[in-house]
T-cell receptor, first 111, second 118 residues
Framework: SQQGEEDPQALSIQEGENATMNCSYK?????LQWYRQNSGRGLVHLIL?????REKHSGRLRVTLDTSKKSSSLLITASRAADTASYFC???????????FGAGTRLTVKP | GAVVSQHPSWVICKSGTSVKIECRSL??????MFWYRQFPKQSLMLMAT?????????EQGVEKDKFLINHASLTLSTLTVTSAHPEDSSFYIC??????????????FGPGTRLTVT
């Protein structure tokens, strides 16, 4: 399996602004998942987008997937201080045997 | 739904002793569970993949005799760190894959276990 590479590595914004983070991967996928990790905690599953989907919404989250560019983006609208965390993407292959992670994007939302 | 628990949440042990960490899927069955290790300010590193009823598959560089994994049921996997040393101090996270038909590929993570070896 493969790991995603998140970009940027760090992002700092003011509360209320939107945050966009990107994920790139190398080989074809069946799905891609986004996770959030607060400091010292486990990962929280945010959203799964399948390879035949281009966009998906969940509350303030919007995920896009461009399989031709092998990339995905996660948009958090109207950010809050509580959104401060590291965000990881996880591309899933057709066998989806395991899940590996890149360095993530560390988001800081200033109140 | 889709809750994964870990126990203990933190543990301190002396060098040379063994520590067992439990990972449970509380409201779903998981034929596959994964164990990760995370050092401070670093990403999660996959240690091993375990399938219920069979031997775990370890990642390169992970000693299978040191990190014993048992996946005895569809809701429980354990990781035992044997003869722990200070360099084994880390944050250990398990995850479980939902095997339901519509959520085949969703993977849920436990809250992690902080191991400190003195």
């Amino acid at each position: 399996s493969q790991q995603g590479e998140e970009d940027p590595q760090a992002l700092s914004i003011q509360e209320g602004e939107n945050a966009t983070m990107n994920c790139s991967y190398k080989t074809s996928i069946n799905n891609l998942q986004w996770y959030r990790q607060n400091s010292g905690r486990g990962l929280v599953h945010l959203i799964l987008i399948r390879s035949n989907e281009r966009e998906k919404h969940s509350g303030r989250l919007r995920v896009t997937l461009d399989t031709s560019k092998k990339s995905s983006s996660l948009l958090i609208t109207a950010s809050r201080a509580a959104d401060t965390a590291s965000y990881f993407c996880a591309p899933g292959g057709y066998n989806n045997n395991d899940m590996r992670f890149g360095a993530g994007t560390r988001l800081t939302v200033k109140p | 739904g889709a809750v994964v628990s870990q126990h203990p949440s933190w543990v301190i042990c002396k060098s040379g002793t063994s520590v067992k960490i439990e990972c449970r899927s509380l409201d779903f069955q998981a034929t596959t569970m994964f164990w990760y290790r995370q050092f401070p300010k670093q990403s999660l590193m996959l240690m091993a993949t375990s399938n219920e009823g069979s031997k775990a598959t370890y990642e390169q560089g992970v000693e299978k005799d040191k990190f014993l994994i048992n996946h005895a049921s569809l809701t429980l996997s354990t990781l035992t760190v044997t003869s722990a040393h200070p360099e084994d101090s880390s944050f250990y996270i398990c995850s479980a894959r939902w095997t339901g038909s519509d959520k085949l590929y969703e993977q849920y993570f436990g809250p992690g276990t902080r191991l400190t070896v003195t």
